[in-house]
């Protein structure tokens, strides 16, 4: 490392430190988001993906590169976080400075990143960047929250229902497989996730954070002089603020790292892939391919004439298999039991209307489900990064962000109203939305009620019915309300 670039190291180092010291081994935690796939999922969407993009992008041949790339990112996916994925990763012939995860472990490095950088701790920064991005299962994060947005309020059950339980129809609904916008372009808040984890990581194998640090100064230099090469980084991973302080501060709180020997000689490396044709821009190769397939919406006419069984006045105790919470409910009312977490919707007979693509639209009935903030938390924080609604609490902030994104996905819903309340011992709050419905064409409320956990999560229920039916059906969810129980013990 040079002097310069030293010095400069020390410098932005040296302004966090004034925040105080800060100690070793004392790693920031960062916790994946809302997801309505298993990790299994994941591997099945990225496999499918993978073989898409393997059609559309020019895979880099040379034995001695892709041989360099995989040992080190083998290396890099033994030290990651989370489930443990079949991680993959392969070479694109592109001269883009850029890499690219998709779910389940498939990770690409364009030839142009492996051509610019300095180091093997440099590459190995992207590269855990990268691997830190399927770890925290962003990608299909970001397909969770898009099919939030078309699926309707059943989703929150985790009913996903008739051919919407297939997960090639989820993702067809939201861009299909291949290079989907959702796999490839994250918020600044998972960029800022990925930074964090990424660094963790590498420090585990035995890399310095700092070359990270470094790398992202470096495409700062250069964005100004050669902005084609670097302009689909910068679109794939947009910067958040004081990026290179904060991979910085992480490295201090990691502390001392057992550097691990180099896996090769990445100048020779270098040298040999120098030696090959010019590899073209994503931008030409996207001139020569025309334009990509997008996906499909909704649109299913208003169903006005839809009868909904009025609740029997004899309840029967549901409980849910984990143990995390009980409720009463009519005993004519079904359960559907989502297959896995902790989701269940509880409905009378026609509360549930089926959509022209066979998703099920809840129209009268009731939700329950454990919330983690869609973005994630990191050290032990979650907000909505959009601004809370209702306050700067804990229990606030995971409403707002619950909230928001129940009317992402409903737009004509708005909040009427708002209130706090106790249930079972716990801080709740009570937001009362309403508009007319899409599915059924009539005035629709719904009431959103949020408990919550020690670990700043929530567990919520959605009360939803018609508004002409809503008095008639308030003495049932009030019932449901306040036979709510919650066993922390049971959350893990």
Same mark, same amino acid.
Request: charged fraction near 15%; aromatic fraction near 8%; charge should be positive.
């Given at each position: ?7 400069? +190291? ?113 590459? $190995? ?47 067809? +609904? ?121 996906? +499909? ?57 089926? $959509? ?119 003495? +049932? ?16």
């Amino acid at each position: 490392m040079n002097v310069v670039r030293r010095l400069r +190291t020390i410098a932005v180092a040296a302004a966090w430190l004034t925040l105080g010291a800060l100690a070793a081994d004392a790693q920031t935690v960062v916790k994946p988001g809302f997801n309505l796939f298993t990790t299994n999922q994941d591997i099945q969407i990225g496999s499918q993906s993978a073989a898409k993009v393997e059609q559309q992008m020019p895979m880099f041949t040379d034995a001695q590169a892709q041989r360099y790339v995989e040992t080190l990112g083998s290396r890099l996916a033994a030290k990651a976080p989370g489930a443990k994925y079949p991680y993959r990763f392969r070479v694109v012939n592109l001269s883009d400075v850029n890499a690219f995860a998709l779910p389940g472990g498939f990770i690409y490095v364009h030839r142009g990143l492996l051509e610019r950088v300095h180091s093997e701790g440099e590459l $190995a920064g992207v590269m855990a960047h990268e691997i830190a991005h399927v770890a925290l299962r962003h990608p299909t994060n970001q397909v969770s929250k898009a099919y939030l947005a078309q699926a309707g309020l059943g989703i929150l059950g985790g009913l996903l229902g008739g051919r919407s339980q297939n997960t090639g129809q989820i993702i067809n +609904t939201v861009g299909g497989f291949g290079l989907n916008s959702l796999f490839l372009r994250f918020s600044r808040t998972m960029e800022s996730q990925a930074d964090i984890v990424g660094s963790q990581i590498m420090a585990r194998a035995g890399y310095d954070p700092v070359e990270m640090a470094h790398f992202f100064h470096y495409l700062g230099q250069q964005a100004g002089g050669n902005p084609t090469k670097l302009a689909t980084f910068f679109s794939d991973h947009p910067s958040p603020a004081n990026r290179e302080a904060r991979v910085i501060q992480e490295a201090q709180l990691i502390g001392r790292v057992q550097p691990a020997p180099g896996i090769g000689n990445l100048a020779a490396v270098q040298s040999q892939v120098r030696g090959y044709p010019p590899a073209p821009t994503m931008a030409q190769l996207a001139a020569r391919q025309g334009g990509g397939s997008t996906g +499909t919406t909704s649109t299913d006419q208003p169903q006005t004439t839809v009868s909904i069984e009025p609740p029997s006045g004899r309840f029967r105790q549901f409980a849910h298999r984990s143990g995390l919470y009980r409720v009463d409910q009519p005993d004519n009312w079904n359960d559907y039991v989502a297959s896995s977490g902790y989701g269940v919707t509880i409905a009378p007979r026609n509360g549930l209307v089926a $959509a022209s693509d066979g998703r099920q639209m809840l129209v009268s009935g009731v939700i329950i489900n454990h919330y983690v903030p869609f973005g994630g938390s990191v050290a032990g924080q979650s907000f909505d990064a959009n601004g809370s609604l209702f306050g700067d609490s804990d229990l606030e902030q995971a409403t707002s962000d619950l909230v928001r994104n129940i009317r992402r996905g409903n737009t004509y819903l708005s909040v009427s109203s708002q209130q706090r309340r106790t249930i079972s011992g716990r801080p709740a709050m009570v937001v009362r939305l309403a508009g007319q419905s899409g599915v059924t064409g009539e005035d629709e409320r719904v009431t959103v009620v949020t408990r919550e956990l020690p670990d700043q999560h929530i567990v919520y229920m959605l009360l939803v019915a018609p508004s002409k039916d809503y008095a008639s059906l308030t003495p +049932t969810f009030d019932r449901m309300v306040q036979s709510f129980t919650v066993n922390e013990n049971a959350h893990i």
